[in-house]
């Protein structure tokens, strides 16, 4: 039973680029959730997807990004990159919107040079 | 924003001790999570307590929840290396299905 899966592991951009972060979800399960973790500090909640749609967001601009696919598998983009979205970028799922436990994945560590 | 606070931030104990980690939060919740998370690397679910419970126990992890005080803690008995690691309280607010973190607790437990 495949848990979640993040890719890249790594990535290095420049200021100004644009990144696609990619998670496909742990089997049987539909809702995906993106988080993102500055160094020594606890993630942070971007949004969540369930039925390819965003059903939640938290407090983070419009150039943070998203989508789901049928598969349920999801993408996080960001636009613009600032130095200060450098960070652990971590992909969670779960079944339905029900406040169950989230399954996280390994997360994708993103440099802003 | 962060939510819950943990406390203390870091704790340095020997193999055999019980390390014991409390939690604040600020709003009204619908249950309250623990995860840790080994060397910046995903995070995983430990023990899930509903706001209608106040205890509840996992092998050696033991969990309580205050809703009148907004706190909960996490009690691992009898500690090992490899429980090295962080640890990050998160609430559920209700209606939302949405893990709010704290900053965590960093635990060192020394052979």
């Known amino acids: 039973d495949a848990g979640v899966t993040q890719s890249p592991t790594h990535l290095i951009k420049t200021r100004g680029q644009q990144v696609t972060l990619r998670c496909s979800p742990k089997s049987g399960h539909d809702t995906v959730s993106w988080y993102q973790q500055a160094l020594g500090q606890g993630p942070q909640f971007i949004f969540q997807?369930?039925?390819?749609?965003?059903?939640q967001r938290g407090n983070f601009p419009d150039r943070f990004s998203g989508h789901q696919f049928p598969n349920y598998s999801s993408e996080l983009n960001v636009n613009a990159l600032l130095l200060g979205d450098s960070a652990l970028y971590l992909c969670?799922?779960?079944?339905?919107?029900?406040?169950?436990?989230?399954?996280f994945g390994p997360g994708t560590r993103l440099t802003v040079t | 924003s962060q939510q819950g606070e943990e406390d203390p931030q870091a704790l340095s104990i020997q193999e055999g001790e019980n390390a014991t980690m409390n939690c604040s939060y600020k709003?009204?919740?619908?249950?309250l999570q623990w995860y840790r998370q080994n060397s910046g690397r995903g995070l995983v679910h430990l023990i899930l307590i509903r706001s209608n419970e106040r205890e509840k126990h996992s092998g050696r992890l033991r969990v309580t929840l205050d809703t009148s005080k907004k706190s909960s803690s996490l009690l691992i008995t009898a500690s090992r290396a490899a429980d090295t690691a962080s640890y990050f309280c998160?609430?559920?607010?209700?209606?939302?299905?949405?893990?709010?973190f704290g900053a965590g607790t960093r635990l060192a437990v020394h052979p």
């Open positions: 709003t009204s919740i619908n249950n």
């Open positions: 998160a609430t559920v607010p209700g209606g939302y299905n949405k893990l709010i």
């Open positions: 997807y369930y039925e390819e749609e965003e059903r």
């Open positions: 969670a799922s779960s079944w339905r919107t029900e406040n169950l436990e989230q399954y």
